[in-house]
């Protein structure tokens, strides 16, 4: 199964809303295999945005993403990267499709509740930045066998 990132930014910390996004998580049948709060700062996110660190925006997403503890986690599913990034929605939370997490909870393309690992290889790289190995737990829930057909888990 794949492995995919997610953080729950300070804007989702902040409007409470982690129990509603983790519920949803649940509820759709993903698998959280590692999940802690952590107080991000300027040295990791230039790191995990170091494809923005040179616009003009960069420091307004330090800001905003410095402003609280952010909630990072692990899920794990067949297809989980798709998956998860369509139950997301766009970026910009006034374009995002009622029913996604963005469109349901944010106005915003920056206060935009969540990020979303977008490929199974940055994944991989995402994941251990957040990471140790022993904080990501490989088990497979008892109702596995309700989650997906028998033929979906080779």
Same mark, same amino acid.
């Not at 991000?40 to 996110?45: F, P």
């Not at 991989?124 to 066998?145: C, H, Q, S, V, W």
């Given at each position: 199964?794949?492995? !995919?990132?997610?953080?729950?930014?300070? %804007?989702?910390?902040?409007?409470?809303? *982690?129990?509603?996004?983790?519920?949803?998580?649940?509820? =759709?049948?993903?698998?959280?295999?590692?999940?802690?709060?952590?107080?991000?700062?300027? %040295? *990791?996110? =230039?790191?995990? $945005?170091?494809?923005?660190?040179?616009?003009? @925006? /960069?420091? %307004? *997403?330090?800001? &905003?993403?410095?402003? &609280?503890?952010?909630?990072?986690?692990?899920?794990?599913?067949?297809?989980?990267? +798709?998956? /998860?990034? !369509?139950?997301?929605?766009?970026?910009?939370? =006034?374009?995002?499709?009622?029913? !996604?997490?963005?469109?349901? @909870?944010?106005?915003?393309?920056?206060? +935009?509740?969540?990020?979303? %690992?977008?490929?199974?290889?940055?994944?991989?790289?995402?994941?251990?930045? @957040? /990471?140790?190995?022993?904080?990501? @737990?490989? $088990?497979?829930?008892?109702?596995?066998? $309700?989650?997906?057909?028998?033929?979906?888990?080779?």
């Amino acid at each position: 199964m794949e492995q !995919t990132l997610v953080i729950l930014k300070p %804007s989702a910390v902040e409007r409470c809303l *982690i129990g509603e996004v983790i519920s949803r998580i649940e509820k =759709r049948g993903l698998i959280i295999c590692g999940m802690k709060m952590m107080q991000l700062d300027e %040295s *990791i996110l =230039r790191e995990h $945005y170091a494809h923005l660190v040179d616009k003009p @925006f /960069f420091p %307004s *997403i330090v800001e &905003s993403m410095t402003a &609280s503890p952010v909630v990072v986690m692990c899920l794990k599913g067949v297809d989980v990267v +798709n998956v /998860f990034r !369509t139950m997301t929605g766009v970026t910009n939370g =006034r374009n995002a499709t009622p029913g !996604t997490l963005r469109g349901d @909870f944010c106005m915003s393309g920056q206060a +935009n509740i969540v990020h979303a %690992s977008d490929s199974v290889e940055n994944a991989k790289i995402e994941i251990n930045r @957040f /990471f140790k190995p022993e904080e990501i @737990f490989d $088990y497979t829930p008892a109702l596995i066998g $309700y989650l997906y057909g028998t033929d979906e888990l080779k």
